[in-house]
């Protein structure tokens, strides 16, 4: 049908337009290989978030317990334990060394004076920049593959501010890294209030919560919340009255038994 059109018309016009039919088809092959190499070497956003989406996420562990129960100590052994297994794990801690984890610190020491209401929104505030972090915050490292154990989270503001302020205010404070870094599991070491004190009092500086009328409170405030599963995700308890080697192995075994590892 082509050729029919064009045969009438003069030679160096036929030419010319099959020329230009040749290098169409040729420049349309080239841009059909350069499509399907560039989806390969740039895929495009929904195929970006797939793949996103599909990449296995780091475990967030989180250890609790009034002062003295042995966290800090536990999350380097479990911690150990993840990596012979071949986990990245990060060890971190709530107050953490920011700069409002620093002012913390000071308000706990006394070093700086402030109500509980102050202390409250501190510990919030410091949390959030522990997770949010774009320096080192928690959550980009999770997302990223690396197991995460920190040493205290939202629970510990929960039964600790919230025995000196409004609870609901202190979930409120705590809402938003709950809703987008949950714990894949919490663990708590419970430990007799009077144990507690005497490991305390080895220390050299002692913070505002560590009397043991206040860790009495704080440990029935931690059995309420657990009771009413809040925050959301599986626990495990264990007794951390019992020696270390003891209680580091029900906490693994604790997390074996809840499919966590």
């Known amino acids: 049908m082509f050729f029919l059109l064009i045969k009438d018309l003069p030679r160096f016009r036929k030419i010319k337009i099959l020329q230009s ?12 290989c ?36 042995g966290k800090s100590t536990h999350v380097r052994l479990l911690s150990k334990k993840l990596r012979a297994q071949g986990h990245v794990c990060y060890e971190t801690r709530e107050p953490t060394d920011g700069p409002v984890g620093a002012t913390v610190h000071h308000c706990m020491t006394g070093r700086l004076a402030a109500d509980p209401n102050t202390i409250a929104a501190l510990f919030a505030a410091d949390r959030t920049d522990h997770v949010f972090n774009a320096y080192n915050g928690i959550l980009s490292k999770v997302e990223n593959g690396v197991t995460v154990l920190t040493d205290r989270y939202a629970l510990s503001s929960l ?27 919490t663990i708590f070491i419970d430990i007799d209030p009077r144990l507690a004190m005497n490991r305390i009092g ?41 020696d270390i080697e003891t209680v580091s192995e029900a906490i693994w075994t604790g997390l074996k038994e809840k499919g966590i590892v």
């Not at 206040?214 to 029935?220: D, G, P, T, Y």
Request: hydrophobic residues 35%.
């Open 34 to 69: 350069i499509t399907k190499e560039c989806g390969r070497l740039f895929p495009c956003r929904e195929r970006i978030k797939m793949d996103k989406s599909k990449k296995k996420k780091g475990l967030f562990l989180v250890f609790e317990g009034l002062d003295g129960s």
């Open 159 to 185: 039964a600790y501010n919230g025995s000196e302020v409004p609870l609901r205010w202190v979930k409120q404070l705590n809402s938003r890294v709950m809703e987008v870094l949950p714990p894949d599991c």
């Open 202 to 242: 080895k220390r050299d500086v002692k913070e505002k919560y560590e009397t043991e009328a206040m860790l009495k409170i704080v440990r029935e405030r931690y059995m309420e919340l657990m009771e009413k599963h809040y925050p959301r995700g599986p626990y495990v308890i264990v007794n951390g009255d019992n």
């Open 21 to 32: 039919m040749v290098t169409y088809g040729i420049i349309c092959c080239i841009m059909l």
